[in-house]
Nanobody, 122 residues
Framework: VQLQASGGGLVQSGDSLRLSCAGSGHPLNYYTKAWFRQAPGKEREFVAAVKWSGDDTDYADSVKGRFTMSRNNAKNMMYLQMNSLKPEDTAVYYC????????????????WGQGTLVTVSS
């Protein structure tokens, strides 16, 4: 499985941005999907996840109400809609997936994309 994240860029505080992640090499229909981020000088942290079945989601408290994760299994894609961006959202964002119809929520994902940089200026 290969993942390719895109859509990052430089935006201003309060703006919106949509990240995309394209999967290849294997259908991701039954894979749980997630987004993580790593800010400069900090450890990688969980952002959002959608269960493989689509009937459950999990969001970090810091993004709840502002970010929405979605998926399009037909296109092997996942997305992260980010609204009301803040300077503290500045980070490299990574998409990740886990096979086997599991629900790992915030850790232990098997496949990772290369990351896309989001910079939010104040």
């Amino acid at each position: 499985v290969q993942l390719q994240a895109s859509g990052g860029g430089l935006v201003q505080s309060g703006d919106s941005l949509r990240l995309s992640c394209a999967g290849s090499g294997h259908p991701l229909n039954y894979y749980t999907k997630a987004w993580f981020r790593q800010a400069p000088g900090k450890e990688r942290e969980f952002v959002a996840a959608v269960k493989w079945s689509g009937d459950d989601t999990d969001y970090a408290d810091s993004v709840k109400g502002r970010f929405t994760m979605s998926r399009n299994n037909a296109k092997n894609m996942m997305y992260l809609q980010m609204n009301s961006l803040k300077p503290e959202d500045t980070a490299v964002y990574y998409c990740a997936t886990d096979p086997g119809r599991r629900w790992p929520r915030r850790s232990n994902y098997s496949y990772w994309g290369q990351g896309t940089l989001v910079t939010v200026s104040s």
